[in-house]
């Protein structure tokens, strides 16, 4: 996993804890990370004993105002049987070092290592430059190498009762995804909205279809069904991404018919998906919430490629 730059410039100064290598069986793979302040804790690396001893490592390294690399065996002396082990990079970012986010790609040398960019490292940004394909995260000669996350999807979540407060709860975490959540008070919103969602607010949501960008994600799950139709036909005139409708076959019957009669095609329709999820997993807000996930997860996405020598 790579990180989200709004996440650290919020949090600053803070301790990033990256897994930057791995060998044998281990609990997460290179590039998740979490984000260890005095008090607080966002993300994770897996695995338990491990996790707790980064976490106090993270916290000294903040104190001391230094980085840290350490490489910890997965065996009996943390009190567990992975049987691999990982290299964690431990970075305290503040507000001398915030201007390296807004690069696409993140290269600096591990603490002590020189600081002179090896010939890999500059052949990895030299085939991002010119072929924009985003380098996996990983140590390149004794450096550093990760994508910066920027969102490269847009999900609109219209509705914020059962339903939508599980959907989000899923797909706010999730770096490469911007959340909008959107509904009519703010009294419909919970009171733990996620930091990462970004929340609208209007008495008549449709109006704010326009502001969606055509490549936009929409779940329509509001409290009224007049409501849904009128999100669905805002959303169906202009360009989208992906349309999905809660509700059943009867409901999706129904919606074609007044969609049709309001003037869209049947191709058009038949790019709104309705029951969003999958039905097989249940009906309960959480369930659906997994299935709408999971299909948001593979869909398609660009690829990555593995670039130069590590060592």
């Known amino acids: 996993?790579?990180?989200?730059?709004?996440?650290?410039?919020?949090?600053?100064?803070?301790?990033?804890?990256?897994?930057?290598?791995?060998?044998?069986?281990?609990?997460?793979?290179?590039?998740?990370?979490?984000?260890?302040?005095?008090?607080?804790?966002?993300?994770?690396?897996?695995?338990?004993?491990?996790?707790?001893?980064?976490?106090?490592?993270?916290?000294?390294?903040?104190?001391?105002?230094?980085?840290?690399?350490?490489?910890?065996?997965?065996?009996?002396?943390?009190?567990?049987?992975?049987?691999?082990?990982?290299?964690?990079?431990?970075?305290?970012?503040?507000?001398?070092?915030?201007?390296?986010?807004?690069?696409?790609?993140?290269?600096?040398?591990?603490?002590?290592?020189?600081?002179?960019?090896?010939?890999?490292?500059?052949?990895?940004?030299?085939?991002?430059?010119?072929?924009?394909?985003?380098?996996?995260?990983?140590?390149?000669?004794?450096?550093?190498?990760?994508p910066v996350t920027h969102p490269r999807r847009s999900i609109w979540v219209w509705g914020a009762g059962h339903v939508g407060r599980a959907i989000v709860s899923v797909l706010a975490p999730l770096p490469e995804l911007e959340v909008v959540w959107i509904d009519t008070t703010r009294g419909r919103f919970p009171t733990d909205i996620p930091k990462s969602a970004r929340t609208l607010i209007a008495e008549d949501p449709a109006r704010l279809v326009p502001h969606a960008p055509a490549h936009a994600e929409h779940l329509v799950l509001t409290f009224s069904h007049a409501l849904d139709m009128e999100l669905c036909h805002a959303v169906l005139s202009q360009g989208f991404g992906h349309l999905g409708l809660i509700g059943s076959a009867t409901k999706r019957a129904r919606f074609r018919s007044r969609l049709s009669a309001l003037g869209h095609t049947s191709a058009q329709i038949d790019r709104m998906e309705c029951p969003i999820g999958d039905p097989a997993l249940g009906k309960h807000p959480q369930a659906i919430a997994l299935g709408v996930a999971a299909a948001i997860l593979k869909s398609h996405r660009e690829g990555t490629e593995m670039l130069g020598e590590r060592a």
Request: hydrophobic share 45%.
């Open 1 to 146: 996993m790579t990180f989200s730059p709004a996440d650290i410039r919020r949090l600053a100064p803070v301790a990033r804890v990256v897994v930057a290598e791995t060998k044998g069986s281990v609990p997460r793979e290179v590039g998740a990370s979490m984000l260890v302040t005095a008090e607080t804790l966002e993300g994770t690396i897996g695995g338990g004993a491990l996790e707790f001893e980064a976490i106090k490592s993270a916290r000294a390294a903040l104190i001391a105002g230094t980085d840290r690399f350490e490489r910890k065996p997965l065996g009996p002396s943390l009190g567990q049987c992975c049987g691999g082990a990982v290299s964690l990079l431990t970075e305290i970012w503040n507000e001398r070092r915030l201007d390296a986010l807004v690069s696409d790609v993140i290269a600096r040398p591990l603490p002590g290592r020189a600081t002179e960019q090896p010939l890999a490292v500059k052949r990895v940004l030299a085939h991002h430059r010119s072929k924009g394909m985003m380098p996996e995260p990983g140590i390149f000669s004794g450096w550093m190498i990760e």
